[in-house]
């Protein structure tokens, strides 16, 4: 553990910016969100009728659980709960692959290892800065939340239940950290078990397998029940998590050479045939790929089994006054339960889409860009073999999400796996900012574009309470995509074209600067 501390102030350092501003949006959030929960119930009976209407919408149950009582303090935890561990955990796996695989993947863990500088220190710099960061996000938040008039041990109780979200993704972050020598494959694995987590609350909630809650730290931080019994607990179950994925990532990175990792990348040449730069970004991103559909395909089979028998199970009146708001009054219960969650999914398959965009940045950081460029090979088309997969990607893993969800179902694979392919233009609208990041901030294009991606999900969760509307809500590009399933859209090709023009013009835009910038190295 020698240098620990140097390490701790390097890393502090180098997120001076994002680590304040994290910091403070998420501690203000949930006083924000129970001041507009009382404004908008105003009365013990108006937030009776919504907690009814959420309750019998298999979507509402599948996004954010169970409502375990009415009041103030526990809707605004119920608001949070799920969203907030998905943000805090995305931020964190983020953060603790930033500061120990990609360290190693560009050589800097080398540079600092030749130093006083012990073996595990890096992984628990990384570690203790990143749970440091949840633990006083959560703790801030409190009193805000007891200025709302909300009991002062509930909301300690909430805002450590907010802190453990992020703890547990830290954790896995750190153990898939050691198991490849790609900074990228690193953060997908993790994203992906991320992913797999929420569909196991989901179907806990929303499909009756009740037990499953308990083996998600989705489901811990609902079942803690702050303001509604406050089971304190619950939250023994996350230390034990992060302390157990965390032992093992140490003992782990004992099991393998620096700069590499426990599954170790093919030796040698190519097998088969390695043509030009499009073959070359291939063998880069393929692994990636495969496993980001592997993950999609096994959330989409489980999301249709969750959606079997919603039609004929819960037909309540609220919902479907609930389904005529959102787009079509004859809308099938299921059909709204896929639209909400396929447009959560969707800026998951976001993520998927980034890892990819950024590659070429890798890359370039890296050095090697510069050796590839040496050889009579042009920018764009070195630029453009990462990018198109960067644009098939996510085109790939929507259409699988689809299509195993459809399947799962009822057989119907065309009409889902369309109606997730709808949200395509918008993930395309976020390649291509970050491609123009890219071209012309190439230093703080990661992450910028990384905290683009966490201020669109966090516009979708303002909008639900009115805290975020008109221009801030349009930022969004998934707000313009229209609900496929439901019907009655008089014409659904023109936000989906133009969502594409925007896509393509920030792509050709970032093209072009690419081409006339110095290439920038270090990160």
Request: proline letters at 4%; aromatic letters at 8%.
């Amino acid at each position: 553990m020698t240098g620990t501390w140097a390490l701790i102030r390097l890393i502090l350092r180098r997120d001076r910016v994002l680590l304040p501003v994290w910091i403070t949006i998420s501690s203000l959030l949930p006083a924000s969100i129970a001041s507009a929960t009382a404004g908008l119930y105003a009365d013990q009976a108006a937030r009776d009728a919504f907690a009814a209407a959420s309750m019998g919408n298999p979507a509402q149950l599948a996004m954010r659980g169970v409502i375990y009582d009415a009041s103030v303090g526990d809707l605004t935890a119920w608001t949070l709960g799920s969203s907030g561990a998905l943000i805090g955990g995305l931020i964190s796996i983020l953060l603790v692959i930033r500061h120990t695989r990609a360290e190693e993947e560009t050589g800097r863990r080398e540079l600092l290892s030749s130093g006083v500088v012990g073996r595990h220190a890096p992984l628990a710099a990384a570690l203790a800065v990143v749970l440091a960061a949840n633990l006083l996000l959560g703790l801030l938040s409190v009193p805000g939340l007891v200025g709302n008039g909300l009991p002062a041990g509930s909301s300690l109780l909430f805002g450590l239940s907010a802190a453990a979200g992020g703890w547990a993704f830290a954790a896995v972050a750190a153990l898939t950290a050691q198991l490849t020598a790609s900074s990228g494959t690193a953060r997908g694995i993790a994203i992906t078990v991320g992913g797999l987590l929420f569909v196991m609350r989901s179907l806990a909630d929303s499909g009756g397998i009740t037990w499953l809650a308990w083996l998600s730290p989705f489901g811990w931080v609902r079942l803690a029940r702050p303001y509604a019994g406050d089971r304190w607990w619950v939250l023994g179950l996350v230390v034990v998590f992060t302390a157990a994925l965390a032992v093992a990532a140490f003992a782990l990175s004992t099991r393998r050479d620096v700069a590499g990792g426990l599954m170790a990348a093919p030796q040698g040449p190519a097998a088969g045939a390695l043509r030009g730069v499009f073959g070359l970004a291939g063998r880069l991103q393929w692994g990636t790929l495969a496993g980001f559909g592997i993950g999609f395909c096994l959330l989409g089979a489980l999301l249709g089994v969750a959606a079997r028998g919603l039609d004929a199970q819960v037909g309540t009146p609220q919902f479907r006054e609930l389904a005529a708001t959102v787009g079509g009054s004859g809308a099938r219960i299921s059909d709204v339960f896929f639209t909400f969650v396929m447009y959560v999914l969707s800026q998951l398959v976001t993520g998927a889409a980034l890892v990819s965009a950024l590659r070429a940045r890798r890359e370039e950081a890296a050095g090697r860009a510069e050796l590839l460029l040496s050889a009579p090979v042009g920018r764009l088309r070195w630029a453009l073999s990462h990018l198109v997969f960067a644009i098939a990607g996510p085109a790939l893993l929507l259409a699988v999400l689809g299509a195993a969800a459809g399947f799962a179902y009822n057989g119907d694979v065309a009409r889902v796996a369309g109606a997730t392919l709808a949200y395509l233009p918008a993930v395309w609208t976020v390649v291509g900012a970050v491609t123009l990041l890219f071209g012309v901030l190439p230093r703080l294009a990661s992450a910028m574009s990384w905290t683009m991606l966490g201020l669109i999900l966090l516009v979708d969760l303002l909008a639900e309470f009115r805290l975020a509307t008109g221009f801030v809500l349009n930022l969004s590009p998934f707000v313009h995509v229209p609900p496929m399933l439901l019907g009655g859209i008089s014409s659904p090709v023109a936000p989906l074209l133009g969502l594409t023009v925007i896509a393509g013009v920030m792509t050709a835009t970032g093209l072009a600067f690419l081409r006339r910038r110095d290439l920038a190295p270090s990160a």
